[in-house]
């Protein structure tokens, strides 16, 4: 298998992690019970990478 991804691909994950990372900021601070978890995740900022 090709460690390198195609363009399609590379675009489906940015717009995933961009996703992931609006909802963690939507939650954090707003939502007692996954602002605990995500700090305990260490996800206060967000997700860096898939």
Do not use: C, D, W
Not at 1 to 30: D, F, T, Y
Request: charged fraction near 20%.
């Amino acid at each position: 298998m090709s460690s390198v991804l195609s363009p399609a691909r590379l675009a489906i994950q940015q717009e995933q992690l961009e996703k992931l990372n609006h909802l963690i900021q939507a939650l954090h601070g707003e939502n007692r019970f996954y602002t605990s978890r995500l700090r305990a995740a260490g996800l206060e900022r967000g997700v860096e990478s898939l």
